[in-house]
């Protein structure tokens, strides 16, 4: 896109199309109710589309302005600290696995979906001071490869079907 003003709708447009997402997925029920926590993460179907259609930088940006506006609407500065936490290692993640390009948007997606439960379970275990929280990371570890699965299959799927120029 060469017109600016073209760039910066699109980037609001995403904005607001993964906070639909986001709080589409609060209206949703806990996946298992005997472990809290645990999301599909349906605004990043958002974040992999950006990534392979705008690169880095673009979907970055929407990224974090997500996160923030997310917290902000929905939860508090935990959930922010934490959410920040686990958007750098799944952003990180995925943006250099997306470089190698050695894995499908599946395998990006189920990286940046551990990493992200990586990134929150190190954040609690220092603000909580506990190492028992590693524990809980191989269920995370597992809930985040079926969202990831789940995330980069829809991601797949825009990517595919939507037009470069959007």
């Known amino acids: 896109m060469k017109n600016k003003s073209k760039e910066v709708?699109?980037?609001?447009?995403?904005?607001a199309l993964a906070?639909?997402?986001?709080?589409?997925?609060?209206l949703?029920?806990?996946l298992f109710v005997a472990v809290?926590?645990?999301?599909?993460g349906l605004?990043?179907?958002?974040?992999?589309?950006?990534?392979?259609r705008r690169g880095p930088a673009f979907a970055g940006a929407v990224s974090f302005i997500r996160i923030f506006l997310v917290a902000l609407?929905?939860?508090?500065?935990?959930?922010?600290?934490y959410s920040i936490?686990?958007?750098?290692?799944?952003?990180?993640?995925?943006?250099?696995?997306?470089?190698?390009?050695?894995?499908?948007?599946?395998?990006?997606?189920?990286?940046?979906?551990?990493?992200?439960?990586?990134?929150?379970?190190?954040?609690?275990?220092v603000l909580l001071n506990t190492e028992?929280?590693?524990?809980?990371?191989?269920?995370?570890?597992?809930?985040g490869t079926v969202a990831g699965v789940f995330i980069g299959l829809c991601g797949t799927f825009l990517v595919k079907r939507v037009p470069e120029k959007v």
Do not use: D, W
């Open 73 to 81: 609407l929905f939860g508090n500065a935990a959930s922010l600290i």
């Open 43 to 52: 605004p990043n179907i958002v974040i992999i589309f950006l990534l392979y």
């Open 85 to 125: 936490c686990g958007g750098i290692f799944s952003f990180v993640a995925m943006l250099l696995l997306r470089k190698m390009n050695l894995f499908s948007t599946v395998g990006v997606s189920v990286a940046g979906g551990v990493m992200h439960n990586v990134g929150q379970i190190l954040a609690a275990a």
């Open 132 to 143: 028992q929280l590693g524990y809980y990371l191989a269920v995370l570890a597992v809930s």
């Open 9 to 15: 709708a699109f980037a609001g447009i995403s904005v």
């Open 19 to 26: 906070l639909i997402l986001a709080y589409a997925e609060t």
């Open 28 to 30: 949703l029920p806990p």
């Open 36 to 40: 809290p926590g645990i999301k599909m």
